[in-house]
DNA sequence: CTGAAAGCGCTTACAG
DNA sequence: CTGAAAGCGCTTACAG
């Protein structure tokens, strides 16, 4: 920099006002500086220029999951090459990457929470976006208790104030359950999630509250854990005690893509045998065959909301939190 | 730090050794100190530690692909739901996160190489792990004359030099093109990868030039682009063209789940009526019916040693550069 | 083994 | 509009 300085006979500081786009430099010096600056390829250092700014330019994307039994390279891989994780990583990134702002993905479950902990109070980031699909878990408490900038993707369990997006999760579970009911199904059942997760929970809730009105109480239902193995699972176990059943709303789209690998296994045509409704509308519905009729969240674009939102408490700590709301819609392809 | 320096009643210098584990500090002082810590709830400024230390303890994983025709979120989307970049991103996690290194990911196109040149060079990073799959791309050249610690995923096409990893991809494709003829198949065809990135080309070579040796020359070859659409589509067209393949090689395993797809639309049985291979082994090979024979490729543990690897460039910047080679295996399943 | 002091490379009131 | 100077919060020779 001092060396800039030199080349163009001004002053460090206003080397850093003409870097910082500084209104307040003369056109002539400012010209000066930038060509002094390229015939020196000088580019500032960020650590440097973050001590004093306070500022970044990272915010650290972190999922929380439940503890694994083992904290490797297995929790890894399920993590990164889930569709709907993949889905939220590019939503927030396309909308940071016009503020220039980068991303750090922090896969953690509990047994690792403090080391995120840790990392955020270390200062390398400006906020948060965290994703936490748990109940009980206590890292939104502890992320909102470092005062440090954050943003969920759901309702916080705990009573903090901080912003959300959301997605009626309930409704997207009637839309499925009204359209299986408008096709003509009559012996239904579901595979759920996890039903200590919210988005399990509200989803089963959604679908039965729903049937029962119509009606249909004590709709069957097996928990599966939101992954495709864990969808053949509850499938097969589902269809073993119930044979007859003609109409099914599985809980996720991957668990979905199980589901009909079973019934095609098991020799039931779909849509004609059983009618399948998935959730979410990710690229798995696409991979089944026939391709899945789905609840379409948008989660792309809920990332980059949670993104945007972010950005805006980084730029004014006192901002009062917000929540944004998304509705579900139904996406209808061949399987029902 | 004064803070307390000033609790623990010694210098900022001796919280500092004690912090970095210097093992000159004697061990009442050391207990003293970390109480102090303790008690103020004090943690390092990583800011402040990083301009003078020179070091920031993160890597960014490039991912570097031709220009797209829209680099915006489903440019993101293809990057961060493909389960070969998810498999890379959790091997370099797995290995960086035990020396608490973190990862940055940077998915970029051509039109977007200078803001990643720019962001290497503000000294974001320790280090590069960089996916470039194109033989045209420049970025290889760019990033090593950065300076900046570097390891490829594949050999550089330009004459650089650098450590990478690699896998075998001819011998790959000899594997799928063996167990076809020993299978009894006769009339062989193969969707390739795009024929401008190494891997496409070699698996091609690879494919043709051992049925060659044994008599098929001009086996049929329609090029794909990798992608699960892009499979179908190649699939389709080549069974348009020659509907008496009864062996399909097909160069990823996201175009044969693709290609499975078609085939079961047009009625074929796999694999009495067609055996398919796919190559990679991702989780995409588990989703097919039957389930995908594929040839492995041990991407995790790649993508780990690269990482070990620029771990080790970084703790000497002086290390000889060097590569390190990964044997594929053919995996049987249910499809050939 | 410990402390005083310099220095990492920036930005930003403050004065002019 | 520009510059001199202080200061961000650490680490690390250096001296003792």
């Given at each position: 920099m001092?060396e800039v300085?030199a080349?163009a006979?001004?002053s460090r500081?206003t080397?850093?006002?003409v870097?910082?786009?500084a209104?307040?430099?003369e056109?002539k010096?400012?010209e000066?500086?930038?060509?002094?600056?390229s015939a020196?390829?000088?580019?500032v250092n960020?650590?440097?220029?973050t001590?004093v700014?306070?500022?970044t330019g990272?915010v650290?994307?972190?999922?929380?999951e439940?503890?694994q039994?083992?904290?490797?390279?297995?929790?890894?891989?399920?993590?990164?090459?889930?569709p709907?994780?993949?889905r939220?990583?590019?939503?927030?990134?396309s909308a940071l990457r016009p503020h220039?702002?980068h991303?750090?993905?922090?896969?953690t479950d509990?047994?690792?929470?403090?080391?995120?902990v840790?990392?955020?109070?270390q200062?390398?980031?400006?906020?948060v976006l965290?994703?936490?699909?748990?109940d009980?878990?206590?890292?939104?408490e502890?992320?909102?208790?470092l005062?440090i900038?954050?943003?969920?993707?759901?309702?916080p369990?705990?009573?903090?104030?901080?912003s959300?997006v959301h997605?009626?999760?309930?409704l997207?579970?009637r839309?499925?359950a009204?359209?299986?009911?408008?096709?003509?199904?009559t012996?239904l059942a579901t595979?759920?999630?996890?039903?200590?997760?919210?988005a399990?929970?509200?989803?089963l809730?959604?679908f039965?509250?729903?049937?029962?009105?119509r009606?249909l109480?004590d709709?069957?239902?097996?928990e599966?854990?939101f992954?495709?193995a864990?969808?053949?699972?509850a499938?097969r176990?589902?269809?073993a005690?119930?044979?007859?059943?003609d109409?099914?709303?599985?809980?996720?789209?991957l668990m979905a893509?199980?589901?009909?690998?079973?019934?095609?296994?098991l020799?039931r045509?779909?849509?004609?045998?059983?009618?399948?409704?998935?959730f979410d509308?990710?690229?798995?519905?696409?991979?089944?065959r026939?391709?899945l009729t789905?609840v379409r969240q948008?989660?792309e674009?809920m990332?980059?909301e949670m993104?945007?939102l972010l950005?805006?408490?980084i730029?004014?700590p006192d901002?009062l939190?917000?929540?944004?709301?998304?509705?579900?819609?139904l996406?209808i392809?061949?399987?029902?």
């Amino acid at each position: 920099m001092d060396e800039v300085a030199a080349a163009a006979g001004v002053s460090r500081a206003t080397v850093s006002r003409v870097i910082n786009n500084a209104p307040t430099v003369e056109a002539k010096i400012r010209e000066r500086v930038q060509r002094a600056i390229s015939a020196t390829g000088y580019v500032v250092n960020s650590a440097a220029r973050t001590l004093v700014t306070r500022r970044t330019g990272s915010v650290a994307l972190v999922i929380s999951e439940p503890e694994q039994r083992e904290y490797d390279s297995s929790f890894l891989n399920r993590i990164f090459t889930d569709p709907f994780f993949g889905r939220i990583t590019a939503g927030a990134q396309s909308a940071l990457r016009p503020h220039d702002v980068h991303l750090v993905i922090l896969p953690t479950d509990s047994s690792d929470h403090h080391q995120v902990v840790r990392y955020l109070r270390q200062g390398h980031v400006d906020g948060v976006l965290l994703i936490s699909s748990h109940d009980e878990d206590p890292l939104p408490e502890q992320v909102h208790a470092l005062g440090i900038p954050a943003v969920m993707s759901a309702r916080p369990a705990a009573a903090i104030p901080a912003s959300f997006v959301h997605t009626d999760q309930r409704l997207g579970a009637r839309l499925a359950a009204e359209h299986l009911i408008r096709r003509g199904c009559t012996r239904l059942a579901t595979v759920s999630g996890p039903l200590d997760m919210p988005a399990g929970q509200e989803r089963l809730d959604g679908f039965r509250s729903f049937l029962q009105r119509r009606g249909l109480a004590d709709v069957p239902c097996v928990e599966g854990d939101f992954t495709r193995a864990g969808g053949e699972d509850a499938a097969r176990r589902l269809l073993a005690e119930h044979p007859g059943v003609d109409g099914l709303f599985v809980a996720n789209d991957l668990m979905a893509e199980g589901a009909m690998l079973v019934l095609h296994d098991l020799g039931r045509r779909v849509p004609d045998d059983v009618a399948v409704i998935g959730f979410d509308d990710s690229s798995a519905a696409l991979a089944c065959r026939p391709p899945l009729t789905t609840v379409r969240q948008p989660v792309e674009e809920m990332a980059a909301e949670m993104a945007e939102l972010l950005l805006a408490h980084i730029a004014d700590p006192d901002r009062l939190p917000r929540s944004v709301s998304f509705q579900p819609t139904l996406v209808i392809r061949g399987s029902a």
